[in-house]
């Protein structure tokens, strides 16, 4: 506000006014703001120094979350209004209301934290929210709020950036590092981020070397998205980890998704009946969680292109029928989408077009809410045939 930078520059102004060739833009922002700090109170201070640390774009339950894990003390809700009002914090609506800090207020923030010794508290509170989300999110991922899941975390991204960076400069961090970045796979791979989520994992999976049920799921993670990138070689070295790791730890689920994983290798190597073999031995236990998973329902498709490879034919869509049902029960978008993809090749290669032409529409349909580029291509691919 005018009636503060004024306050602010005058302030500065008679510090200084023996001191002639000395003021400068920064000089008076920095003004400014010293002197707007002074003006704001105890939890108004404490909440601009702990929205410092964040990336550009926030929403107002991240903000409440890490003023109330520093200010355990505090009075009513985070004053993140009166910032708003005051104009060190700006607000910006498209579908729901996000917060961004501009650079020079965001940088004298960061240095009262630096001056208090308080930075790692508050990026440790920072990580703890946002991999709290990742996790949510995993867990809702299946059901009907997957593309507001999928929104959210994607705008969330440059946040879960820094967390995932804290972790990784900090020993003592790296477990949950790791845990958050094979918690994100399914936006990793949702959104298309393969070589940076291939970085963090790969980064992480060097330091936190520690066995753990974890570093296990980690690994199958690591790997899947690997396949996905073309390396093969890469993804078996960890699926076989896994696979030893899952045995010993006596874990259902990683075992399945490290089968899964050598038959999605299988299946890009043009090796159908060992892709067969390794897929339904992996849908088995994907099964036996008890779970409705992305891995069964991704299983269940590339299963079906397995045995259309084959000439299995009608398995293929007794197989797909099966997946487009429970994902259409459970209100899932994303599978679904890969699903028909699948079918529509299917028909296509019975040369049943007028069907495989409208499958191939439907999935593309649904890609586009997720912005998935490469899903994109591939419907194109085939309404072109």
Aim: charged share 25%; glycine share 8%.
């Amino acid at each position: 506000p005018a009636h503060l930078a004024v306050a602010g520059l005058g302030k500065w102004l008679a510090r200084h006014e023996d001191a002639p060739g000395v003021i400068t833009p920064e000089g008076r922002l920095r003004a400014t703001l010293d002197w707007t700090h002074e003006l704001c109170d105890r939890w108004e201070r404490r909440l601009w120094a702990d929205l410092s640390v964040f990336a550009p774009g926030f929403d107002a339950r991240a903000a409440e979350y890490v003023f109330r894990h520093t200010a355990p003390g505090a009075d009513g809700p985070a004053p993140l209004d009166r910032l708003v009002r005051a104009g060190l914090v700006v607000a910006e609506e498209t579908d729901e209301v996000r917060y961004r800090v501009p650079g020079a207020v965001a940088e004298h923030g960061r240095r009262w934290l630096w001056e208090q010794a308080e930075t790692s508290l508050v990026l440790e509170r920072h990580r703890d929210f946002y991999l709290r989300r990742v996790r949510e999110g995993e867990i809702a991922w299946s059901g009907a709020e997957q593309v507001r899941w999928y929104r959210r975390l994607n705008r969330d991204l440059p946040n879960l950036r820094t967390a995932l960076a804290f972790c990784l400069r900090r020993p003592a961090e790296h477990e949950a590092g790791l845990l958050m970045a094979c918690s994100l796979w399914y936006l990793w791979i949702a959104a298309g981020v393969l070589r940076e989520a291939r970085g963090f994992l790969d980064r992480l999976l060097r330091v936190a070397t520690a066995p753990s049920a974890t570093r296990t799921k980690a690994l199958w993670v690591c790997g899947s998205i690997a396949a996905l990138q073309g390396d093969l070689d890469g993804a078996r070295k960890r699926a076989v980890e896994c696979l030893g790791r899952a045995d010993h730890e006596r874990d259902l689920a990683a075992d399945g998704y490290g089968r899964h994983l050598l038959g999605t290798i299988a299946l890009l190597s043009g090796d159908d009946g060992t892709a067969v073999n390794r897929l339904a031995e992996a849908i088995g236990r994907h099964r036996a969680t008890g779970e409705l998973t992305p891995g069964l329902l991704l299983g269940l498709s590339q299963l079906a292109m397995a045995y259309e490879r084959t000439g299995e034919r009608q398995q293929a869509l007794d197989l797909l029928a099966e997946a487009l049902a429970t994902c259409n029960e459970a209100g899932e978008l994303w599978a679904r989408s890969i699903v028909v993809q699948v079918r529509g090749l299917v028909e296509h290669g019975a040369g049943d077009f007028d069907t495989a032409w409208a499958d191939a529409r439907d999935a593309l349909r649904i890609k586009r809410l997720f912005e998935d580029v490469a899903g994109s291509a591939q419907c194109l691919e085939l309404l072109a045939w």
